[in-house]
């Protein structure tokens, strides 16, 4: 599958299709035979971008420069061995650790966060806040005398609510890779909450406004967008310049998603149910 959404859509899509199965099928030896089947399969829709206007706003170039230069010699890097995805059964340096928050707990942290933040805050710039004050309590994230001062946060987000009030266009687009990001690189020393908790809060509520904002002002769509322009493609070989900044790279961000929270509701009176949903998500090499 092309993103988290899709996986999503196909698995509700399957619990749909079983579930309303009037008769038995018929016995076959095979599941699809093109030659006979072929006229059952969707027609691809033309490109979302056709749909959606991607196009970044003109200072988002020299932006994106001057952010890039300064980060780079600003940012925390990570200390971990770069290793390919395919090679992590073959190192030690890995560490993959799944926590589960049971229904109720999360149902508590949803009830603290619409305690504490005004408007609907999503759980998304909580668990933000949460994982960077750990890392900086536990003490292996920030270095002040090597000018570790800032980090990189990835969002990614999807583009599907752009599209036009219609059900059959968008159900065009319930698969495929039609997601943009929210990128932003905050201070690190914010999230020392040693000597101020009472900080915690309000740096939930600003980072809750600094990605509902991104996503009202369409800025997810910019970095998409400038690559798919048609200048870049023509001029810029894209996966050159992706495999000299990112492979065997130390990483310094923090690919965080939230695509597991999909409310899933009750259908205690179908056969077919989706009981749980859950998707890895990597940054790569």
């Known amino acids: 599958f092309c993103d988290g959404r899709s996986s999503i859509h196909f698995f509700q899509d399957l619990r749909d299709e079983l579930n309303n199965i009037k008769t038995l099928p018929k016995k076959l030896d095979y599941i699809f035979e093109y030659e006979k089947d072929y006229q059952l399969l969707r027609k691809l829709p033309e490109p979302i971008e056709n749909m959606i206007d991607f196009r970044p706003p003109y200072l988002f170039i020299p932006k994106s420069l001057l952010s890039g230069f300064i980060y780079s010699h600003l940012r925390f890097s990570s200390k971990g061995v770069c290793t390919r995805m395919d090679e992590i059964e073959k190192s030690d340096e890995i560490v993959t650790e799944i926590i589960n928050i049971s229904p109720s707990e ?20 909580f668990l933000e806040v949460c994982w960077f004050v750990t890392l900086h309590k536990w003490g292996k994230f920030f270095k002040p005398l090597k000018f570790e001062w800032l980090t990189d946060v990835f969002i990614p987000a999807d583009c599907r609510s752009l599209l036009p009030e219609d059900e059959e266009v968008r159900a065009m687009y319930r698969y495929g890779a039609n997601v943009g990001f929210v990128d932003f690189t905050p201070w690190i020393s914010k999230f020392n909450m040693n000597d101020s908790k009472e900080n915690f809060w309000p740096l939930i509520a600003h980072y809750h406004e600094v990605i509902s904002g991104a996503i009202k002002d369409k800025k997810h769509l910019n970095g998409l967008g400038f690559n798919i322009q048609s200048l870049v493609q023509k001029y810029v070989n894209i996966d050159k310049v992706m495999r000299d900044r990112a492979l065997g790279k130390s990483r310094g961000g923090t690919l965080l998603s939230n695509v597991g929270m999909f409310h899933q509701s009750e259908e205690t009176e179908h056969k077919y149910r989706i009981r749980d949903l859950a998707f890895g998500q990597f940054q790569g090499s």
Do not use: A, H
């Not at 966060?113 to 998304?124: D, E, S």
């Open 106 to 125: 999360f149902q508590k942290i949803r009830t603290k966060i619409k305690l504490n933040i005004p408007g609907k805050c999503t759980i998304t710039p």
